[in-house]
């Protein structure tokens, strides 16, 4: 989302696929100290501790969402919400042909970050 602040929107089938070109323009971070071993070691434990059957790991806002929430567009962050800015989106799961609703009833639902109802570990599967 901070990628997109403050830029001229950049559509492609409706979809926003701007990105702030000018790093001096994005928020500043502080600089993190972890070692490559260390950032490694949180980000697998993050994920195995994360609660795949009910939440979505959404890239675009930065947090999960719950599964529920998606499926009934409760309580979605503004962004989620706006979903295309040129064609009204119909909500996330609940209205509308297949195509324009992000399937939450998959193993592990990493949302798109630029086509907000693709999820882009839908060839995941438990058996695999």
């Given at each position: 989302e901070t990628l997109q602040n403050g830029i001229e929107e950049e559509e492609v089938e409706g979809w926003n696929f701007a990105l702030c070109p000018d790093m001096d323009q994005l928020i500043k971070l502080e600089l993190n100290t972890s070692s490559v071993l260390e950032?490694?070691?949180e980000f697998f434990n993050f994920y195995q501790e994360f609660p795949f059957d009910t939440h979505v790991i959404c890239p675009l806002v930065g947090e999960a969402i719950t599964k529920y929430n998606i499926r009934h567009s409760l309580y979605l962050p503004l962004?989620?919400?706006e979903g295309r800015r040129t064609q009204p989106l119909p909500p996330l799961e609940?209205?509308?042909r297949k195509k324009d609703k992000l399937d939450v009833n998959k193993v592990l639902v990493v949302q798109d970050p630029f086509e907000l109802t693709r999820n882009v570990g839908h060839g995941v599967s438990r058996s695999r």
């Open positions: 950032l490694l070691s962004r989620l919400k609940t209205e509308g």
